[in-house]
């Protein structure tokens, strides 16, 4: 199984990104998915999460500024941003539970980070 993220990049206070998680491989089904994220120095921490019945959570820092969204024939998440500011400036990384047969438990999934960097 691989996680492939997309969307990052850089952008001034105020602007928005939209970040996509693709998950691919053996896949029976993903229960949930979503992004953390860390700064240099931090430990890595929540910024929201999608589960496969739709139910969604974000970190306390996203204060109606983001929203993200699955979509279960695609195996996929997105991440919309908006009013981004400096203090959002990351490495994000999509994270999924994923079962990769009927009888295995869900397994926990990283991707590869994408960076985030917002100026003021």
């Known amino acids: 199984v691989q996680l492939q993220a997309s969307g990052g990049g850089s952008v001034q206070a105020g602007g928005s990104l939209r970040l996509s998680c693709v998950a691919s491989g053996s896949i029976f089904r993903v229960n949930d998915m979503g992004w953390y994220r860390q700064a240099p120095g931090t430990q890595r921490e929540l910024v929201a999460r999608?589960?496969?019945?739709?139910?969604?959570n974000y970190g306390d820092f996203v204060k109606g500024r983001f929203t993200i969204s699955g979509d279960n024939a695609k195996n996929a998440a997105y991440l919309q941003m908006n009013d981004l500011k400096p203090e959002d400036t990351a490495i994000y990384y999509c994270?999924?539970?994923?079962?990769?047969?009927?009888?295995?438990?869900?397994?926990?999934?990283w991707g590869k980070g994408t960076q985030v960097t917002v100026s003021s």
């Open positions: 999608v589960t496969n019945t739709g139910t969604t």
């Open positions: 994270n999924a539970d994923i079962n990769i047969d009927y009888e295995t438990r869900g397994l926990d999934y």
